[in-house]
């Protein structure tokens, strides 16, 4: 069974950075995305940053410039970085995986950004 465990949200000033990590546990046969959605209350989930199944990286066009996706293979881990961040990030973050028919989602990190 995959699951995806986030850390590294909380609380920062506009301006800032934090770093979301996403450790991933379990097999996966094959190709697969991987990535970052948001969804900030009363909003629709977006996607943040993904890796795609061809290894190319996409980006939500708010976030272009200032968020970063990397992984580390070894570790099964995924990270965001998020530099310059506004009060308009403030969200919580999932991270996902695709693999073929199959969809996993972590628990969600809250990032809050204050004015």
């Known amino acids: 069974q995959v699951q995806l465990v986030e850390s590294g949200g909380g609380l920062v000033q506009a301006g800032g950075s934090l770093r979301l990590s996403c450790a991933q546990s379990?097999?996966?046969?094959?190709?697969?995305?991987m990535g970052w959605y948001r969804q900030a209350p009363g909003k629709r989930r977006e996607l943040v940053a993904a890796?795609?199944?061809?290894?190319?990286?996409n980006y939500g066009d708010s976030v272009k410039g200032r968020f970063t996706i990397s992984r580390d293979n070894a570790r099964n881990t995924v990270y965001l970085q998020m530099n310059s961040l506004k009060p308009d990030d403030t969200a919580v973050y999932y991270c996902?995986?695709?693999?073929?028919?199959?969809?996993?989602w972590g628990q969600g990190t809250q990032v809050t950004v204050s004015s």
């Open positions: 996902y995986l695709v693999a073929g028919t199959y969809e996993y």
């Open positions: 379990g097999n996966i046969a094959g190709i697969y995305a």
């Open positions: 890796f795609t199944s061809g290894g190319s990286t």
